[in-house]
């Protein structure tokens, strides 16, 4: 390299670099404006006289909402804080689980209530509670206690309820609390969810001799191959279970959390659907459909990955920049967010902040 060619070089590079401080400063004070406002809204507006969140659908969303707080900083001495764990506190029911009476999504809203829970525990006080926890969602999984052989396409999954058949979100979550809750990656439930998941991803391999595996074989996932299969993004002609980003990261994070080498055939095709299906405004195969579910698994999922940019179709992407900036735009003026496409309760600003807040602990 020539010197003049060279220096002109380094002063690329050098404006490059201030240039990118500079972004990266204004998106820290974004971020934390926009964690301010949400708080705000929660706590003028959100929240109940009895600490829960949305408790008319059980308390899952305030169980997802207090991990959000707890992620972004918010103490558990914050009065807002204190207040949601004491009334997930108040829904432990003797067989350890933390649910709404007679509730059909146990497993679920257990699962929420230990990933809050988990995030204050470094003191001890609530281990009893994790533990008993961790014991009824491992009851609730599809295994040998339901009468289940290793081949049946719904071993290994979680399900709302035990009633309820085994999906990828429930199993998602299922390994996110367990592991959240300090189980090693090897523990028993996390490996048989393991081959759960593995047998959600349209691709033939090994992991997967699913009657749907080999028909789209794209390398993403769909929400279940049980009872009969069910992709909410629908069905080819052959038969086959159309993949969506927002379970196929979904996919990834359970993976990566389960112990799966970055390297492994199966992480390699999530990761070249997901090259073909970047997006940060759309779940894509879903369009705006669970985009705040969507966008908060995709975080969890990338930042598992160690991977500050996301080789995409159109090129790297800054995925955590990409993020702040579509957030910034949709935040409400009091501070929430919501989906003008309500479906999965997504026209709900608690439950929408929420995702948000988990999205953003991702972001820094």
Excluded at 128 to 147: P, R, S, T, Y
Excluded at 172 to 180: K, M, P, S, T, V
Excluded at 277 to 284: A, D, E, H, I, R
Aim: aromatic share 10%; with cysteine.
């Amino acid at each position: 390299m020539k010197p003049a060619n060279f220096l002109a070089w380094a002063a690329a590079i050098a404006v490059s670099t201030f240039a990118v401080s500079i972004t990266t400063a204004e998106e820290s004070a974004d971020r934390k404006a926009m964690i301010e406002k949400a708080v705000g809204f929660l706590k003028t507006v959100g929240q109940s006289e009895n600490g829960s969140f949305s408790s008319k659908t059980g308390p899952g969303v305030t169980g997802l909402v207090t991990a959000g707080l707890l992620s972004v900083g918010l103490p558990d001495t914050d009065p807002l804080v204190a207040k949601s764990l004491k009334y997930l506190e108040s829904t432990r029911h003797e067989d350890g689980g933390l649910y709404a009476p007679e509730s059909r999504h146990a497993n679920y809203e257990t699962c929420l209530a230990m990933m809050a829970f988990s995030k204050v525990n470094s003191d001890g006080r609530y281990t009893e509670l994790i533990k008993g926890a961790e014991k009824f969602v491992k009851l609730q999984q599809w295994d040998e206690g339901e009468g289940l052989k290793s081949d049946d396409n719904a071993y290994g999954g979680a399900g709302y309820g035990s009633k309820s058949r085994p999906d990828l979100s429930n199993t998602g979550f299922l390994i996110e609390a367990l592991r959240n809750a300090g189980c090693p990656e090897d523990d028993p439930a996390i490996q048989r969810a393991l081959v759960f998941v593995s047998r959600c991803q349209n691709l033939e391999s090994p992991a997967n001799r699913t009657e749907f595996a080999p028909k789209v074989n794209d390398g993403g996932f769909y929400y279940t191959p049980a009872a009969g299969g069910e992709s909410f993004a629908g069905k080819e002609e052959n038969g086959g279970l159309r993949s969506y980003a927002s379970m196929t990261y979904a996919g990834l994070k359970s993976m990566i959390f389960a112990g799966v080498d970055k390297n492994d055939y199966r992480v390699k095709a999530a990761k070249n659907f997901l090259y073909s299906n970047y997006s940060v405004s759309t779940n894509p195969g879903m369009g705006s459909s669970g985009l705040y579910y969507y966008q908060q698994t995709m975080a969890k999922a990338l930042d598992a990955l160690g991977e500050p940019e996301f080789n995409s179709k159109e090129g790297p992407r800054n995925w955590k920049s990409d993020l702040l900036k579509y957030l910034s735009k949709q935040q409400q003026e009091n501070g929430s967010w919501t989906n003008p496409d309500a479906r999965w309760m997504e026209g709900d600003p608690n439950l929408v902040t929420g995702y948000v807040l988990l999205t953003l602990s991702y972001l820094k």
